[in-house]
């Protein structure tokens, strides 16, 4: 049986800023893009939530629900930094580290000797030393896999450990609702309602071969997920071949103007994750993603040098490809060069 902590650090953006200015610590604070620019909230902290401001909501309707709202952009450079000094505490425990972003990662801790071998012990000893040494809170999640892993870390937010043991697998799964399993968003979970369909307990009524009849892919997913099943390894050596920004919109849209404002608003975020790495002229192509409002998506991708502007051209093909169908997340995407090929660009700019 498997060991697998899932951690994920607190509003990470806006909790680096309040750390280092405790002056935004008591007002509603949310990093993102101003709002005579149309920009987005990228994350906010607890006390702008109590107001209803969310990550990925446009920044004029976050002023309009917290007036007081304080809104600065995002130092990446910095939370960069933070994530690096986070993943050496990883490491203390084990190699086998997944980043998922700069702020969540699984471990797998199945053969680590540390804390004699209780991933418990070791999730909060991460815990602590992520508070001790980088002034920050996470929350996480042990369970058996990752699935499970992740939904355990949502349990206790913020700054809360969750842990479900492989004897609680079932019961913990049975009574979960739907809508709660990765990749069930709002509009599928009313899909799923309108056949009776509220909690993996009913899915499981309803059977294997009845599911993956009715919804194809999606369930497939459903069959194994409402078993609490999920045989993906944490792949500590995966090659990074992306670097890429997305945003969910607030409400699903159709018009190509309202798309390109959106994905304007994130090339500044996009071109200042990559400059932290790579210049321009070392990128190898670029992209956008559209997510539809019934969950399928497609990805625009054309190699060569990166131009900014040629993301209109992509979105204008992406957006042939929906037929109509409305748009419920934008993303960008740039393709990186092999490690050789950075190599050999620094040798020959030497």
Request: charged share 25%.
């Amino acid at each position: 049986m498997r060991k697998i902590i899932h951690i994920d650090m607190d509003c990470f953006y806006a909790a680096v800023e309040m750390r280092d200015n405790p002056a935004l610590r008591e007002v509603p604070l949310a990093i993102g893009g101003s709002a005579d620019r149309r920009g987005v909230i990228s994350t906010c902290n607890y006390v702008a939530r109590r107001f209803g401001v969310r990550s990925a909501m446009p920044s004029g309707l976050a002023r309009k629900l917290c007036p007081p709202l304080v809104l600065i952009p995002g130092r990446m450079a910095v939370y960069k930094e933070v994530s690096r000094q986070l993943r050496a505490i990883f490491l203390r425990y084990t190699e086998q580290v997944e980043p998922l972003s700069l702020d969540e990662a699984y471990l797998d801790v199945t053969m680590s000797p540390c804390c004699g071998g209780s991933a418990t012990l070791m999730a909060r000893e991460i815990r602590a030393a992520i508070s001790t040494e980088l002034g920050l809170t996470a929350s996480a999640g042990v369970a058996p896999n990752k699935f499970l892993a992740k939904l355990a870390s949502e349990q206790r937010k913020p700054d809360g450990l969750f842990v479900i043991r492989p004897q609680e697998v079932d019961e913990f799964v049975r009574q979960l609702p739907l809508g709660k399993l990765p990749g069930i968003g709002r509009k599928t979970a009313d899909r799923l309602e309108s056949l009776g369909l509220y909690s993996c307990e009913d899915a499981r009524q309803l059977g294997n071969e009845e599911l993956i009849a009715r919804f194809g892919k999606l369930g497939e997913m459903l069959a194994g997920r409402i078993w609490g099943h999920d045989e993906q390894p944490v792949q500590a050596q995966r090659v990074r071949k992306t670097i890429g920004v997305e945003t969910t919109l607030a409400s699903d849209v159709l018009d190509e103007a309202a798309c390109w404002q959106v994905l304007r608003q994130l090339i500044p975020e996009l071109e200042q994750r990559f400059s932290v790495s790579y210049g321009k002229e070392q990128l190898m192509g670029q992209g956008i993603k559209l997510k539809f409002a019934d969950f399928q998506q497609t990805t625009v991708y054309r190699r060569g040098g990166y131009q900014p502007e040629r993301f209109h051209d992509l979105l204008h093909e992406g957006l042939l490809r929906a037929q109509g169908k409305p748009i419920r997340l934008l993303g960008l995407v740039v393709g990186l060069p092999a490690a050789g090929e950075v190599n050999q660009l620094a040798l020959d700019l030497a």
